[in-house]
C-alpha cells in the first residue's frame, strides 16, 4: 500500500522565518505535485515534480524531489501571513494521474 | 488555460435522499476523470476514476452502489450520492488531465441532515 506522509502536519511560524514541509513516499512515482488549499476553497496547484533533482520556486515557495530517498521537500522562505493555508503533496504511482495525497500540512504565519 | 467546472458548489440534503454533483471539462475532452473526498480537516481520499463510455474504476472501501459514477461524454461526468446519509457529508472535489497537466474542480461541499 502506498504511503504518502508529509510532517509536520501542523505549523506555526513568524513571518519572517524560513521552515521546510517534508513529504516522504514509499513507492516510485514519476510525479510528485504540491497543492495548497484555503478553507472551504478547492486545490491551487503549486508546483509539479517530474525528475530526481528537479527544483522549483515560485515567490517565496521552492520545492525540489529526490526520488531515489523518495522525499520532495517545500521550503518556505521568510513567510508572510497570506501564505497560511494547508499544503497537500501528492504522488501519482501509476502514471495515471490518480493521485493519493499526504495529510496535509496547516501553516499558520504570526505577525 | 484548461478548467474544470464543478457543480453545485454547495448542497444541503435529506437523509434518503439523491444527490448529483456534476463535472464538466470547459474547453478540452477528458476521457478520464477522478473523483476525490475530503472529510473536515483531513486529506483528499480518491473515491474513483471515471471512463468515458465505459465503467468507473472504485477505490478498495468505495461504495460502487451509493456513489453512482457516469462519464457519458467526453466532458461530463456525474457523480451521484444515492440514499444519502450523514457520514456522507463531506467535500467532493473531481479533477481532470490535459496535456499532462491536472486540473482540479472547485469542489463541492455536501451536507446531509
Known amino acids: 500500500e502506498l504511503k504518502v506522509e508529509q510532517n509536520p502536519l501542523f505549523l506555526s511560524m513568524q513571518e519572517g522565518k524560513n521552515y521546510t514541509i517534508y513529504c516522504n513516499y514509499s513507492?516510485?512515482?514519476?510525479?510528485l505535485y504540491w497543492y495548497r488549499q484555503d478553507p472551504g476553497k478547492s486545490l491551487e496547484s503549486l508546483f509539479v515534480?517530474?525528475?530526481?533533482?528537479a527544483v522549483k520556486q515560485e515567490g517565496r515557495l521552492m520545492a525540489s524531489l529526490d526520488t531515489k530517498a523518495r522525499l520532495s521537500t517545500l521550503h518556505i522562505t521568510a513567510a508572510v501571513h497570506d501564505l497560511s493555508a494547508t499544503y497537500f503533496c501528492?504522488?501519482?504511482?501509476?502514471?495515471?494521474?490518480?493521485?493519493?495525497f499526504g495529510k496535509g500540512t496547516s501553516l499558520l504565519v504570526t505577525p | 488555460g484548461a478548467v474544470v467546472s464543478q457543480h453545485p458548489s454547495r448542497v444541503i440534503c435529506k437523509s434518503g435522499t439523491s444527490v448529483k454533483i456534476e463535472c464538466r471539462s470547459l474547453?478540452?475532452?477528458?476521457?478520464?476523470m477522478f473523483w476525490y473526498r475530503q472529510f473536515p480537516k483531513q486529506s483528499l481520499m480518491l473515491m474513483a476514476t471515471?471512463?468515458?463510455?465505459?465503467?468507473?474504476?472504485?477505490e478498495q472501501g468505495v461504495e460502487k452502489d451509493k456513489f453512482l459514477i457516469n462519464h457519458a461524454s467526453l466532458t461530463l461526468s456525474t457523480l451521484t450520492v444515492t440514499s444519502a446519509h450523514p457520514e456522507d457529508s463531506s467535500f467532493y472535489i473531481c479533477?481532470?488531465?490535459?496535456?499532462?497537466?491536472?486540473?482540479f474542480g472547485s469542489g463541492t461541499q455536501l451536507s446531509v441532515l
Open positions: 479533477s481532470a488531465e490535459q496535456n499532462e497537466k491536472l486540473f
Open positions: 513507492t516510485t512515482s514519476d510525479r
Open positions: 515534480l517530474l525528475s530526481n533533482g
Open positions: 501528492a504522488v501519482d504511482p501509476n502514471s495515471g494521474y490518480a493521485l493519493n
Open positions: 474547453d478540452f475532452q477528458a476521457t478520464t
Open positions: 471515471s471512463n468515458e463510455g465505459s465503467k468507473a474504476t472504485y
